[in-house]
């Protein structure tokens, strides 16, 4: 058997779409081209329906039912009882046209994957249109078909769109047979779709997160085992041959073997082996088939009329029934066929039943005609016999059980074999002297509660230790008194054992089982058949109660769309006297703090939760309910409420205490009862800020509320402004708002506010002034002293218009160095700033090094007037012994480094000054090489481009100056 499972298909097919199903929808759309090779009329023409429908998953009072689709053949689009298909058949060499009619909502295409000439289909046809897809049928065998590769295809085969094509043999081969031959013939055939069914998704296939994909119930042709009925069965007849036709339409891998079969795999992926395979469970892939023949036996006394057809690994690996998940069926053998002329022998005895070996048996019974014909453990001539009785003798069997078969014959015909048991006893030195054997001893449940009755069940069988009846058996539990059990029957050596048990104690237990047989005196067990159940006498503890939200004005949803609020507790069961806890579930109540157990409404554990793991059990495991929010239509605005909440663990035990949790009912909107917007200067966002109210009892604004702000006349939706931070019932944040080129404008700030409950308060506005960020710019291209500037001080800074020594257009600011007078440009547009960025182009044309380097200013911010007083930053120059000419930054007390410039002669360097209250940085050349650090509460009013100290620079030549450009809050422009 090979059970290894992996996920196959990539899971991100099924990742992101979302579907919406409406049947029918059928608008009068043109047909779409025709996919594939259509040449003339088709020898096949189909037509399928997408189609919806409901399926049954679980048996009881209270089944779990799911919304599913799949395709009809008849037009009738909303009847479906199962996920699925229709079984298409076609015939090999065959072309074949199928119409798909599309009641989805979006797009649906078909896939043949297996299907040679098939052509993929990404478009399919439209909502409420059809498309034409067109193939030949060139190889006999079994195909999957489902929804194609379109946007949504993935999602549609998630909900059950897949079925099962045949493509029986051409005329003139082996009709029933796989692929003609006679190699792969059979008698019947059973097409077995498998399938999964994600609950989630089929609640919300409009909505449902594909990647939390995750199917739960795995089903056979649409069916789960709890659901399937004496129709849903595989029949066969005994002594003939049935092939199994599997197609996996899954996202797992799935293995399927029948109990005391074995298959013959002749075919996978409907091409035929070379070279069968013999086993018992072949392990089919994702989107994948298999035919395989069983040989079924003939009738027989151990030839059951049952074989269970089931899932070995049920996706996990593990090859066990209790994992199928659904994924079961039968196998259902009828009696091989009898000509009706036969005749009949019925109502068999044998007595006496059990005899010491040498005693004749006298078996007595019916036949309908003729004489009779036995037969002793199905082996060996038929002895004839003119009528009942028939004399069996036992002269040399063993002792032990033994069968006699009886038919009759009447001419040429021979009837079916009836039969009937005899057990020959031991004697003399192999006498009767042991007890019987006790076999398969089993305890149903295996964990239970304290206190509840475990059911016992066990064999006693002294076919081998004797042949005598089996008459009476007892048990005990952990090597106490032994109480008698219940036996089906006391007058053969084999007997069914039953009995109940039970303990309060918490631990494992073990119950002993032994029998008695009829012998003289009565041999009992020597060895007990045993087996152990856990009773789990701890009581589970439910910790804090959540509601999310915890308060609501009747509109908060728990998760969008559900139209419920939630909620939780975590109820923990730990492990105690070696018996690991179980998972179980929670009931809540609604303000009723004496809830009955097991009548408040369920809470039931998320997914990922594994039901056997105990240490999840003591770890606590979240229990979750919704409740809908038309529950908090009749209560009052300010009331509070109180949920409580009991647990229950996997057994049955409650939790001794109740654990609860609050929530508020607030439908009184909040204010937003002032608003402070502070000055931009330049900036493009200000500060938003402010006080809150909200009416006592109040949500408050954690949780689901917020603060949200936004300009402009025009409110945006709720929720769609920029939020706020809020701390308390004080609210503020930044706020993007719209800057003009130059000047100020009016900009109107709106602030609104929604509670914890949902509330919205009404919108608060107030008008803010927003100023421009750009400041005075020159370019000494105005030919007139001052240039363009407010004024001028000196004559020794000039305006030239030299090629190879101005900067940037028709003319540059020149900057004598020699001498000691000193010499300016001012601007008088700051206005108290309190931070100022400006840049400049230089161009030194120095000459000279002196000895001693000597600094001197080229430009200065200062809060007043005066070229040498009030003074906020400096950028001073000096001229090294090596000939560099180097920069530095002084503010305040603080001062950088000097920093070179480019050595090359008549470098243009860009320098630029960011200064704030907090700190100033020196940019050259796109490079901030220096910073100065400190804090100053000083701000800029005038500044100053050149020599504003009249002293010397020990230099000659000239400084060049350009492309002065100043703003309030940041460069470059705008």
Request: charged share 10%; aromatic share 6%; with cysteine.
């Amino acid at each position: 058997m090979r059970t290894t499972p992996r996920y196959r298909r990539a899971l991100a097919g099924l990742v992101g779409t979302t579907l919406a199903l409406t049947v029918p929808v059928w608008a009068a759309s043109a047909a779409s081209a025709a996919v594939g090779a259509c040449a003339g009329t088709a020898d096949t023409s189909l037509d399928l329906w997408t189609a919806s429908g409901k399926v049954t998953l679980t048996a009881g009072a209270t089944p779990v039912r799911a919304d599913v689709w799949g395709y009809s053949t008849t037009g009738n689009v909303t009847d479906l009882t199962a996920p699925g298909g229709p079984l298409l058949t076609v015939t090999k060499g065959s072309s074949v046209q199928v119409t798909l009619h599309n009641g989805l909502a979006v797009r649906s295409s078909l896939s043949l994957p297996q299907m040679d000439g098939f052509t993929d289909d990404a478009g399919g046809a439209p909502a409420g249109g059809t498309q034409t897809y067109c193939f030949t049928a060139g190889r006999a065998g079994t195909y999957l078909y489902q929804a194609g590769a379109t946007a949504t295809g993935a999602r549609q085969v998630a909900m059950g769109m897949a079925g099962i094509l045949v493509v029986r043999p051409a005329a003139g081969d082996v009709a029933a047979s796989i692929d003609g031959t006679a190699a792969t013939g059979y008698a019947t055939e059973a097409p077995l779709l498998l399938q999964e069914i994600d609950p989630a998704l089929n609640a919300d296939p409009t909505g449902f997160d594909m990647r939390l994909y995750a199917p739960k119930y795995r089903l056979i042709n649409g069916r789960t085992f709890p659901t399937r009925t004496a129709t849903d069965h595989v029949a066969a007849t005994a002594g003939t041959t049935l092939a199994l036709r599997l197609v996996n339409a899954g996202i797992v891998e799935h293995s399927l073997g029948a109990l005391g079969l074995r298959q013959s795999v002749v075919a996978l992926g409907s091409h035929v082996q070379a070279h069968p395979e013999d086993l018992y469970a072949e392990t089919l892939q994702p989107g994948g088939t298999l035919d395989a023949l069983v040989a079924i036996p003939a009738a027989s006394p151990s030839a059951p009329t049952s074989y269970v057809l089931y899932e070995t690994a049920a996706g996990n690996g593990v090859s066990s029934l209790q994992s199928f998940s659904g994924m079961a069926t039968t196998i259902d053998v009828a009696p091989a066929a009898v000509d009706p002329n036969a005749p009949v022998v019925s109502a068999l005895v044998a007595s006496p039943a059990s005899v010491t070996a040498g005693t004749d048996v006298q078996v007595t019974g019916q036949v309908t005609a003729g004489t009779l014909e036995w037969q002793l453990d199905g082996v060996g001539p038929w002895t004839a016999a003119p009528s009942f009785p028939v004399t069996v003798p036992t002269t040399g069997l063993a002792a032990g059980a033994h069968t006699v078969y009886v038919r009759g014959a009447d001419g040429a015909l021979t009837g079916a074999a009836a039969t009937v048991g005899l057990t020959v006893q031991a004697t003399g030195a192999g006498a009767d002297t042991t007890g019987p054997l006790v076999t398969g001893t089993t305890v149903s449940p295996a964990k239970v509660k304290g206190g509840q009755t475990v059911a016992v069940s066990a064999t006693g069988d002294d076919r081998t230790t004797g042949g005598s009846n089996v008459v009476s058996a007892t048990v005990s539990l952990d090597g106490g008194a032994t109480a008698p059990m219940t036996l089906n029957r006391t007058d053969n050596p084999v007997a069914a054992l039953t009995a109940t048990v039970s303990s309060a104690a918490g631990g494992h237990h073990t119950v002993a089982v032994r029998a008695t047989d009829a012998a003289t005196p009565g041999n009992t067990s020597t060895t007990p058949g045993t087996a152990t159940f856990d009773v789990d006498a701890t009581l589970p503890t439910v910790g804090t109660v959540v509601v999310s939200p915890a308060a609501n004005n009747g509109t908060l949803e728990s998760r969008v769309g559900a139209g419920v609020f939630s909620v939780s507790a975590v109820v923990t069961d730990p492990t105690a006297d070696g018996v690991g806890g179980s998972i179980g579930y929670g009931e809540a109540f609604l303000d009723n703090a004496g809830g009955a157990v097991g009548t408040g409404f369920p809470m039931v554990p998320g997914t990922g939760v594994d039901p056997t793991s105990a240490s999840q059990a003591a770890g606590g495991v979240t229990v979750v309910a919704d409740i809908p929010l038309s529950q908090l239509t009749g209560m009052a605005g300010g009331s509070t409420h109180t949920i409580y909440v009991r647990g229950r663990d996997g057994v049955g035990n409650w939790s001794a205490a109740m654990a609860s949790g609050t929530f508020l009912v607030d439908r009184t909107a909040p204010t937003v009862s002032s608003t402070t917007v502070a000055a931009n200067r330049g900036a493009s966002t200000v500060t938003v800020s402010g006080a809150l109210a909200d009416t006592a009892p109040s949500a408050g604004f954690t949780g689901a509320g917020w603060v949200e702000a936004w300009v402009g006349t025009t409110a945006p939706a709720v929720g769609g402004g920029t939020r706020l931070a809020v701390t308390g019932t004080s609210y503020s944040g930044p706020l993007t708002v719209p800057v003009p080129a130059s000047g100020s404008s009016t900009v109107r700030v709106n602030v609104r506010a929604r509670d914890g409950a949902g509330n919205v308060s009404a919108v608060r506005s107030t008008n803010v002034t927003v100023t421009a960020n750009a400041l005075f710019s020159n370019g000494f291209e105005t030919s007139a002293s001052p240039y363009g500037w407010s004024s001028r001080s000196g004559s020794i800074l000039s305006r030239t218009t030299a090629a190879g020594v101005r900067i940037a257009g028709a003319a540059s600011g020149s900057l004598s160095l020699a001498g000691s007078t000193a010499g300016y440009v001012v601007t008088t547009g700051p206005a108290a700033e309190t931070g100022y960025h400006a840049s400049f182009a230089v161009r030194p044309l120095a000459t000279g090094s002196p000895a001693a380097p000597v600094p001197f200013p080229v430009f200065r911010a200062a809060s007043g007037t005066s070229a040498s007083g009030g003074e906020v930053f400096r950028v001073d120059m000096q001229r090294t012994s090596a000939g560099v000419n180097q920069l530095r930054l002084t503010a305040g007390t603080a001062q950088t480094t000097w920093v070179s410039l480019p050595t090359t002669a008549g470098a243009v360097s860009s320098v630029t000054v960011d200064w704030t209250q907090a700190g100033a940085s020196l940019t050259v050349n796109g490079t901030t090489v220096a910073t100065a650090a400190y804090t100053t509460t000083a701000t800029v009013e005038t500044a100053f481009l050149g020599r504003t100290v009249g002293a010397s620079t020990g230099l000659g030549g000239s400084l060049v100056l350009d492309s002065f450009v100043s703003a309030r809050d940041h460069l470059p422009l705008p």
